[in-house]
Nanobody
Framework: QVQLVESGGGLVQPGGSLRLSCAAS????????MRWYRQAPGKERELVAA????????NYADSVKGRFTISRDNAKNTVYLQMNNLKPDDTAVYYC???????WGQGTQVTVSS
């Protein structure tokens, strides 16, 4: 059974940083690409960043490129999202997901406000 547990969210001022973590279990983590999504109030869930399984190649939404960094630690079955220079538009619930599986975690709230 796939389980994904996100953590690390919180309230931060504009320009601040947060590091999100997603602990995965129930599948062979290092075999699957991982993605971070976010969903702001009243908006659809959107893909923020992705990382492949083997070479850890990454891709980002244009809105976060240059500010967010996705990474993974296969030994810890964990994927991370380092978020720098946060903006109020980054406020959302952030979710991780394993490619090819339909399960979602509970998400972690990120609020960027002064």
């Amino acid at each position: 059974q796939v389980q994904l547990v996100e953590s690390g969210g919180g309230l931060v001022q504009p320009g601040g940083s947060l590091r999100l973590s997603c602990a995965a279990s129930g599948f062979t983590f290092n075999n699957y690409a991982m993605r971070w999504y976010r969903q702001a109030p009243g908006k659809e869930r959107e893909l923020v960043a992705a990382i492949t399984s083997v070479h850890s190649s990454t891709n980002y939404a244009d809105s976060v490129k240059g500010r967010f960094t996705i990474s993974r630690d296969n030994a810890k079955n964990t994927v991370y999202l380092q978020m720098n220079n946060l903006k109020p538009d980054d406020t959302a619930v952030y979710y991780c997901k394993a490619v090819s599986f339909s399960s979602w975690g509970q998400g972690t709230q990120v609020t960027v406000s002064s």
